[in-house]
């Protein structure tokens, strides 16, 4: 039966556009897969705990060994590495604050890389292959190439790179100038936004759509 994780990550609640085309990206997915099931994780919401000191390496540490804290860290990577592996699909809302991830993706990211559940503890190999992680990404301003801030944006440039020992391979679908409808210096951008946003969505109801013959 076809699975699917749904993650939302941004703090905007119904401002929030990358929640807008997660939410998108789920109905057409379900549309295409009636049978279907689904996990949801609001990382905005309910944010889990970021590794520490305390914290760290606990794969490392013998079970008998653990302190309670290491113990529930480890519980916590085996649920949210376990959402990962009965998913056919994830899909992850993935704003973009200060030019980066929110923090809480970066916990979620580091909680996946723990060997032994996500990557082989002795030949290294990714163990989370063969699974379609789409990334509903959404920025406030313009990033692209021949922009001012052409390169800024650090989460997209991260994730592939954070994600890569797991064996996940994310494919983007990117909103930008979100902030150009509620900004008025930014308001002569504004049909460039809409045009940003109606491609992302295009996109997103192309996803699963059967094949068309030639």
Not at 67 to 75: G, I, R
Not at 113 to 124: C, N, Q
């Amino acid at each position: 039966m076809p699975h699917l994780l749904h993650i939302d990550s941004s703090v905007q609640g119904d401002r929030s556009v990358s929640r807008r085309l997660t939410a998108r990206a789920a109905a057409a997915w379900k549309a295409a897969h009636p049978d279907g099931t689904v996990t949801y994780r609001d990382l905005g919401k309910d944010p889990i705990p970021h590794i520490h000191s305390g914290t760290v390496g606990v794969a490392m540490v013998p079970a008998g060994d653990r302190s309670p804290e290491q113990a529930a860290t480890y519980a916590l990577s085996e649920t949210l590495i376990g959402e990962v592996e009965e998913a056919d699909t994830v899909l992850l809302g993935l704003p973009v604050y200060n030019f980066g991830a929110p923090s809480s993706v970066k916990a979620w990211v580091d909680h996946l890389i723990v060997p032994g559940l996500s990557v082989d503890a002795e030949t290294r190999d990714p163990l989370l292959t063969g699974r379609d992680f789409v990334v509903l990404a959404s920025r406030g301003g313009g990033y692209a190439p021949g922009t001012p801030r052409e390169g800024w944006d650090h989460a997209e440039q991260w994730l592939p790179h954070g994600v890569v020992m797991t064996g996940l391979v994310p494919r983007f679908i990117t909103a930008e100038l979100t902030l150009a409808p509620v900004t008025p210096a930014m308001s002569e951008l504004i049909p460039l936004a809409e045009k940003s946003l109606a491609a992302a969505e295009e996109s997103i109801d192309a996803l699963w759509q059967p094949a068309r013959a030639a």
